[in-house]
């Protein structure tokens, strides 16, 4: 019971573990986000690290949402999303999180946060539902969503369901060869082709060691063109010509209606997004609409939450995308220093 002699307000929570953060957001059943707390992390970073970051962004997400509502409130269910192949003995092709393919994170957060109903799916295929509940994909036949982030992965909705795949492997597409390269190693010597190429964490990696700078993957795309920059301007232009090879493969083979890109990449959007469109046009038989979804850095978090308001057997609200005034990322940021499928 709480303070005011009723239940404990039931909330569903979405947690979302990323390569390089943690997002929690935790909302009524109604779909009004109260909070979204968030903490950061270096890339590779142990489990063990990551999981308390979890639990600090746990605890401020359900203290400032009791807060908002003058009551004591609990977590009715939590939707955990991860990267990997998820499924009932644990997770795998997690090269960006050490450690989580020997555990079953669902089972370790439920315990840790005393929640015994927790769902769990992989981030980017969470994620394609939620734009096909919320977002950009609402009411296509076929939804293709591709995430840049940290490491690069897409998911497609079709007829209102996820695309899994035989071993629930479906568009893991850091494993794409790319267009440009002869490539003799993939998965089964350690290596994701495309990830290691182009991805947020390739391309900031490649560009320390081009300029001997710390650069976000988005600064370093914003570069395209710049005479000055060369080097930079070079892993811009390879971005550009490799993203938007594979993305028009994907057209081809799964002829979306519609296309969201989303993942900390997408903030360079207007740089690519152009060469991007003119490429589908010219290429894909039927050309899909593309677009960067207005929630590109939550729609894992908020398929973490559609997971947790499943899992509850409620009618799906409306959810708004998040603003950013509900962050309240310096509130748990840095919560560690060391270096780091349920149905959908």
Known sequence: MSAHGRSAVPLAVGIDIGGTKVKVC?????GAILHIAEASGPAGRAASD??????????????????LLGDDVCAG???LVTPGVVGENGVGLVPNNPGLDAAVPSKTIGSELGVENVAWANDVKAAAMADYQ???????????????GTGISAGAVIDG????GANGAALEIG???PATATHHRGHRSGIAPLEDAVSGRALSARALEATG????????IASAGDHAQAALAGLAEEFIDQITHAVCNLAITLDPDVISIGGGVSAAGDVFMPRLRDALNEFVPYPPAVTVSPAANDLSMLGGLLLAYNSLRIPVPTVQVPSPALREADVVASVTS???EAGV
């Open 26 to 30: 935790a909302a009524t059943l109604d």
């Open 50 to 67: 990551v999981m308390k970051d979890v639990k600090a962004c746990f605890g401020v997400a359900l203290e400032v949402s009791a807060q």
């Open 77 to 79: 269910a939590v939707g």
């Open 134 to 148: 919320w977002g950009e994909m609402r009411g296509a036949r076929c939804g293709l969503y591709i995430n840049v």
């Open 161 to 164: 369901k996820p695309l899994l």
């Open 175 to 177: 494993y794409l060869i």
């Open 213 to 220: 700078q710390h650069l976000p993957a988005s600064t370093v």
């Open 338 to 340: 060391q270096p780091v």
